[in-house]
């Protein structure tokens, strides 16, 4: 998957239909319950920042992600789990050191015992699927329920291959949507992903993602919370704005809440008694490539 850094013709085209600093028209939507304590805590001149403090701000990327990825590099192989390939090679694709080299050949060593998962397009350009494996799946019909979001990047990894049907479009754009959460997010990198395989041109993306990025900006919080599914999902709205090439003031300061959640040894949020830890695994991870696609690069 060849990532843009960042989308110009994109970005121009959403900031467009609407989505600039300005963002959707107003203030975001009350953050959730959950995420009130952190909210407080956060610095509210983040989102007037500077140019020279976001500039700060973005040379203390790289550090941050050598932290993180040799907290990445010594997770237990045996609890690492398929996506971990594709957010790795995310990451390498910005930014590189020996530690994240070691977490790739960890992680790939995992990935390649499912050697014809569709999915493996995102981390191997080279790769093809059959167009059973790739869009073998029935959108659902209205008011059904959702199907696993992996369906959907995988239609999008091979659209070239095998075409972007209208009814998952519709569907990633409409009924997969969930008010800001999980689906969202991966509804809006579905559409980048095809965007990149050239299934949507410029104009067709930004009308398409720009109520989607409205969305994941008013879902999100000042800071995430302390927790790992916290800081998953709030990394992983900052990632799909900073993947489409939306720059602004807000988006700098969740950048900034993001830098400030790291914790001690590298890693992104906490686990409570019990806890799968490949939770903070996959928050980790994806901290390290939303800032990393935020610095640019």
Do not use: K
């Not at 694709?93 to 790739?104: G, P, T």
């Not at 790769?127 to 799946?137: E, I, P």
């Not at 369906?151 to 754009?173: M, N």
């Amino acid at each position: 998957m060849r990532i843009l850094s960042p989308r110009r013709g994109v970005a121009a085209a959403i900031a467009a239909l609407g989505v600039t600093a300005a963002g959707c028209q107003g203030e975001p939507r009350p953050p959730a319950a959950r995420h009130d304590a952190a909210a407080a805590v956060a610095a509210p001149a983040d989102a007037a920042a500077p140019a020279d403090a976001i500039a700060t701000r973005r040379d203390a990327v790289p550090a941050a992600i050598d932290r993180a990825a040799t907290w990445l590099a010594a997770f237990p192989p045996a609890q690492l789990r398929y996506d971990a390939a594709i957010m790795i090679a995310a990451i390498r694709r910005r930014y590189d050191d020996d530690a994240l080299r070691a977490a790739d050949a960890a992680a790939r060593a995992v990935a390649d015992r499912d050697d014809d998962n569709p999915l493996r397009r995102l981390f191997d350009a080279g790769y093809r699927a059959a167009a059973s494996s790739a869009r073998g799946w029935e959108v659902p019909a209205a008011g059904a329920p959702r199907v696993n979001p992996n369906r959907v990047l995988a239609e999008a990894a091979h659209c070239a291959e095998h075409g972007l049907r209208p009814a998952t479009l519709a569907y990633v754009t409409g009924p997969m949507r969930d008010d800001g959460g999980y689906q969202t997010t991966h509804a809006a990198w579905a559409l980048l992903i095809a965007h990149d395989h050239g299934c949507l041109d410029d104009a067709a993306l930004a009308a398409a993602l720009t109520p989607l990025l409205d969305e994941l900006r008013a879902a999100q919080p000042a800071a995430p919370g302390p927790a790992a599914l916290d800081v998953d999902l709030f990394g992983e709205r900052l990632l799909m704005l900073a993947l489409a090439g939306v720059r602004d003031a807000a988006v700098d300061g969740w950048a900034a809440s993001l830098l400030r959640a790291q914790r001690g040894d590298g890693s992104f949020g906490a686990l409570a008694v019990d806890e799968d830890p490949y939770r903070r695994y996959h928050a980790t991870a994806i901290a390290c490539w939303a800032l990393a696609a935020w610095r640019g690069g």
